[in-house]
């Protein structure tokens, strides 16, 4: 009985092998009628060996795109400067820059304060050209990310949300004498007071501007030495 059950079963799996003329015979003539096949494999079984044999040469590739990409998701989750918290779409378009960027507040200031650093302040938006092409030269250049992070708390500024502040520093690169524009670049005192500035840099000298290394080391040289220059101006501003 166990035998027969279990050839009914094994015979219901594969109704295709069962004769026209056997279908309506009873269960004994199918079971003496039809050869019956050992450990059969359903079509599910027989799908997956076929997409396993077609699919595997894709398998290592793709394990190591996965983890090259999880590798970087961790190292971008943790490279991440201060603005990562931003509300602004153009602050988080910096939150991955390897500048330690800063966003305008209190805690910035105090830290200015504190260290007795100057404060190099940027101001763009999002729909700025040369504000973009600033960020991919400088900005997320290491070495010159290192010269800002070593000299300057560096502050980044959304002009769209916060136009008070880009007035104030905008009317005082006016006064300098210089044209105005964006990205506007400002050189301040520990206590948020401006000496110098500027808009874009280049990454080198080149458009007859000097390289925007070049002028946060002297700015930062300048500065540091004590030179009268930075007191005039920033009293004057």
Not at 8 to 20: A, D, E, K, T
Not at 180 to 201: I, K
Not at 227 to 236: F, K, M
């Amino acid at each position: 009985r166990i035998v027969h059950n279990r050839a009914i079963r094994r015979i219901g799996m594969f109704p295709h092998i069962v004769s026209r003329t056997n279908r309506t015979a009873g269960p004994l003539t199918r079971m003496t009628a039809t050869p019956l096949r050992p450990w059969p494999l359903d079509k599910a079984k027989i799908v997956s060996i076929m997409l396993f044999i077609g699919a595997w040469p894709w398998t290592i590739p793709a394990v190591l795109l996965a983890f090259k990409l999880r590798k970087r998701q961790f190292w971008e989750a943790h490279s991440m400067n201060r603005l990562k918290n931003s509300a602004s779409p153009y602050l988080l378009q910096h939150a991955g820059n390897p500048v330690d960027w800063w966003p305008w507040g209190p805690e910035a200031l105090a830290e200015a304060r504190n260290t007795g650093k100057p404060i190099l302040l940027s101001i763009g938006y999002a729909a700025c050209h040369w504000c973009h092409v600033m960020a991919h030269e400088s900005f997320e250049n290491e070495q010159i990310a290192d010269v800002m992070n070593r000299h300057f708390i560096n502050i980044k500024v959304d002009r769209e949300e916060r136009p008070d502040i880009d007035q104030l520093y905008m009317t005082a690169l006016h006064m300098l004498g210089q044209q105005g524009g964006w990205p506007l670049t400002m050189f301040l005192t520990s206590d948020a007071r401006p000496f110098s500035g500027g808009t874009y840099f280049p990454p080198e000298p080149r458009y007859g501007r000097p390289g925007f290394p070049q002028v946060i080391e002297q700015m930062a040289a300048i500065y540091n030495s004590g030179d009268p220059r930075i007191e005039e101006n920033a009293e004057a501003l």
